[in-house]
Structures are given as C-alpha cells and as structure tokens.
C-alpha cells in the first residue's frame, strides 16, 4: 500500500481535504501533483549488510584503463583507474596506476612544486600496495606486480620537462630534482614488494628484489647508506632464489663507487699550506725569532693532509 510522507515532519497521517492532501499532524498542505512526486512504496526493512556487486563496472574500467596504458594516454589513465578504485577500494592495480598516470603527467608540466606534490601521492600509493595485497589472488596478481615495476622501470627512463637557470654565465638545471623523485619512487616499491614476501613468499618477487636493488646500488641519486643496505639485501635474495629456484643466474652485485675528489682536493690544499709555509712564512718567522709559530701552522696543516689521506683509505676499503 503507498503512502505519502509529510516532507515537514515525516508524519504519515495524511487526508485530502478539498482538492488537497493535509498533513494531520503539522497541517501542511500538498497538491494532487505534489502528492504524486512525494508517494513512496511503503517501508523496506534492511537487516545485515547489503554488498552492492560492482564486478561488472571494475571490469569494464579496467580493461578501457589498460587500453589507455597501452596507448601511453595518461590522462585517460588516471581517470578510468581512478573509477575502478571507486568501485573497489582494495585493488591494487587501481591504487598503483591511478597515482601513476598523475606521476606521469606531471613529467610534462614545468611546475616543479607540482610534480613533487604528484610523486608524494605516488610514493603513498606505492607505499599501501602490500597493505592490500589479497594472498588468495596471489597468481592473479603476479603479472599486475611485476607489470608495476617494469613500469616504474620505464618512468626512471622517460624524458621530462626541466628548468635551467643561468647565473655569471654558468648554465645549470633541476633535473636532479625529477631523478631523485623516480630513486625515491623505487624505494617504494622495494619496501612494499618487502612486505608482501612476508606474507606470500614468491621466486619471482626475489627476482623483482635482485633487479630493483641492483638498480638502486647503481643510481647516483640515492644514498650510500641505502646502497650498503641494499648489497646485503641483494645477496640475501639471491641466497633465498639458490633455494626456490636452483636454475636462476644470478647478476653479480655492484660495488659502491667511490666518491673520493672532494677529498683529494682537500689534500692537495693541505699540501699546499704546508708547502707555502716552509717556502715563505717560515723564514719570514725566523727573522721575527717566531719560528715557533711557523711549526704550529705546519703542524695543523700535516694533520688535516694525514686526516683526508686517512679518510680516503677507509672510502676505498668499504666500497
């Protein structure tokens, strides 16, 4: 049976009087055609929780979202990753790419302050794939993974747009900006692979590992400190790959490359020092009977020249 609410104050008591439907408890009245707009059938009792099955939709955005990948339409990407992300909140297809294709636009945009804010939504996105990873699609998922990082692969080789700044007739540029946005990327994408391992141990997430840490070993734009972690790291994997998958070549392990000019050059000051000293302030110190002083300035310079001498030892024995 239909029955008509009152819009003022919910009531149901409702009688027609002369043409028009009044509400018999606030007294408000409707017209014939207000009435019609306003009849609902009856009241539907929900108990538990309703699922709403938006399987059809993903599907459909999805496929329409890789079509767009394929053509490199990042615009387009984003936009139908980002519907099926709506629909399915978890899916980490979805979580990754729709980041992904702002990241890339952003390559082609001189706003570097934009481009940073684009790779820090990225960064986060790739941050929660583990969080979201379903162990019992595991099979299913592999290829969207390993889809991931030969993506990310491609981003660190793209061309971007970057801005150069003349000053005293020397020319420089922000591009390492863009290049330590795509290491820190890749950071990423290491933990999280990390993270999922521990969850759901695959060969083919070590071999993932084994590439993106070699890469990273071999970036200029990321740490020391991370390219010592991550030596030990890649060997670790490559241990683990002996045992999963006894057939696997394993790449020999890149060593840290030395960064030793700002110390030779420090050296070569210190020398300097040294060499002036004796050369003409020594003599200068004698006739004044201050040699005393001449030593002590010899003597700070040797220990800064046996400090950078020592320290470029300790660089070449830990690389």
Known sequence: MKALVCEMCNSTDMVKQDGFFVCQHCGMKYSVEEAKKMMIEGTVDVTGTVKVDNSAFVEKYLINARRAKD??????????????????????????????????????????????????VFEKSISVIDDNYDVSKSEELEKVIMGMSNDLITMAGSSFVYNQTTKNNITSDDRGETYVMFARAEIAFIESVENIIAKDEKAYLYKLLVVHYRRCIMNGYVTDAFKKRYQEKMQNAIDKLSQLDPSYQAPEIPKIKVKIGNSIALTIVYAAFIFAIFKWFMPIMRRADMEYLGWIFVAFGALGCLANVFSIIKKLKNK
Do not use: H
Not at 71 to 81: A, F, G, I, L, Q
Not at 108 to 117: N, P
């Open 71 to 120: 053509k490199t339409d990042w615009e387009e990407v984003e936009k139908y990753y980002n519907m099926v992300e709506q629909n399915d909140p978890t899916n980490i297809e979805a979580i990754f790419y729709s980041a992904y294709g702002k990241a890339m636009l952003s390559l082609s945009d001189s706003d570097k302050f934009k481009r940073k804010q684009k790779f820090e």
